[in-house]
T-cell receptor
Framework: DTEVTQTPKHLVMGMTNKKSLKCEQH?????MYWYKQKAKKPPELMFV???????INESVPSRFSPECPNSSLLNLHLHALQPEDSALYLC??????????????FGPGTRLLVL | DQQVKQNSPSLSVQEGRISILNCDYT??????FLWYKKYPAEGPTFLIS?????DKNEDGRFTVFLNKSAKHLSLHIVPSQPGDSAVYFC??????????????FGTGTRLTIIP
């Protein structure tokens, strides 16, 4: 099973709303990731959680707040977003690094539109 | 600064022929390389990877070649099938201090297989 699930699939929100994106994996992976992808661009890393602790924050604005409640779940809390934050938000997970070279497995993404 | 580059935004190949997708990188610290395939409105799907200690890795119809001195890798798909039509992303990683992978993606190549 190499499935990463994300909800919701689509989200429309106003600039004053608060919403959350959810990601779940049951592969026993200990690293989880949030990426942002704009149209015709490659995915850009936002956050990395390793063993449920935030290990990388790629200078993401504070209106994006990640949370890892347990090893299978990853949330991204959204507040006071801007229209330019509209994008596809991708979650990924990978095994802990024992040997180098564990691929990241991606979910289908949440397509976010900020009005 | 684009550290991973895919200079061909699109490629068309006849069904049954070989598809060759190219990728160049500039960061000599990268030590692990991956190829992902992406259909519209879906997350990237992991295809194949290669460690910098190897120069070739094969998995079914997919072969990845790495030329470290030229900082170049390529993905060969043979024979090409209509279902291979998608956007292909090259990605490179360097192990972070936390033992997880920080992926840098190329800009993608849209492959179209002509029946």
């Amino acid at each position: 099973d190499t499935e990463v699930t994300q909800t919701p699939k689509h989200l429309v929100m106003g600039m004053t709303n608060k919403k959350s994106l959810k990601c779940e994996q049951h592969m026993g992976h200990r690293a989880m990731y949030w990426y942002k992808q704009k149209a015709k661009k490659p995915p850009e890393l936002m956050f990395v959680y390793s063993y449920e602790k935030l290990s990388i924050n790629e200078s993401v604005p504070s209106r994006f707040s990640p949370e890892c409640p347990n090893s299978s779940l990853l949330n991204l809390h959204l507040h006071a977003l801007q229209p330019e934050d509209s994008a596809l938000y991708l979650c990924a997970s990978s095994q802990e690094i024992v040997d180098r070279g564990n691929a990241q497995y991606f979910g289908p993404g949440t397509r976010l539109l900020v009005l | 600064d684009q550290q991973v580059k895919q200079n061909s935004p699109s490629l068309s190949v006849q069904e049954g022929r070989i598809s060759i997708l190219n990728c160049d990188y500039t960061n000599s610290m990268f030590d692990y390389f991956l190829w992902y395939k992406k259909y519209p409105a879906e997350g990237p799907t992991f295809l194949i990877s290669i460690s910098s200690i190897k120069d070739k890795n094969e998995d079914g119809r997919f072969t990845v070649f790495l030329n470290k001195s030229a900082k170049h890798l390529s993905l060969h798909i043979v024979p090409s099938q209509p279902g291979d039509s998608a956007v292909y992303f090259c990605a490179a990683s360097v192990e972070s201090n936390f033992g997880n992978e920080k992926l840098t993606f190329g800009t993608g190549t849209r492959l179209t297989i002509i029946p």
